[in-house]
């Protein structure tokens, strides 16, 4: 179980969107990530790999947790909302869930809840 310290240390990373240095700060070794339903994506360096790669197709990123976390023994519970300015020139929000197992004071697993739907990019208004 995160001590609240820990948790609130990770979710100020994300905030921070420093997305890719939450994952090698706060996941284990072998963490896994599942979006959705679909298969998980193993191995800390995996992760960051991929979240460096949707990260440089973005020009700028909002990154808000929606207060309260849910903390039950070792699972996390987080409510997020991401704003994505994309370098293509469009404009993307995105709300998810995060479900979370972790091992001490590192993240194990986790699955993220949300509608594909809200991947279809808007103009960017400016």
């Known amino acids: 179980m995160p001590s609240l310290e820990t948790?609130?240390?990770f979710i100020g990373r994300v905030?921070?969107?420093a997305h890719a240095e939450a994952i090698e700060e706060f996941y284990t070794e072998n963490a896994s990530m599942r979006e959705n339903l679909g298969s998980a994506r193993v191995g800390r360096d995996i992760l960051v790999a991929h979240e460096r790669q949707v990260l440089s197709r973005a020009e700028s990123v909002q990154s808000t947790c929606v207060r309260p976390a849910f903390v039950h023994g070792d699972v996390v519970v987080i409510r997020w909302i991401f704003e994505f300015d994309w370098?293509?020139?469009t404009h993307t929000r995105m709300e998810e869930i995060a479900y979370q197992r972790w091992?001490?004071?590192?993240i194990a697993e986790e699955q993220f809840f949300y509608d594909p739907g809200?991947?279809?990019s808007k103009p960017r208004i400016t």
């Not at 091992?103 to 590192?106: D, N, V």
């Open 103 to 106: 091992e001490s004071e590192r």
């Open 7 to 9: 948790l609130e240390r």
């Open 118 to 120: 809200q991947f279809s």
């Open 87 to 89: 370098k293509n020139g």
């Open 15 to 17: 905030e921070q969107n």
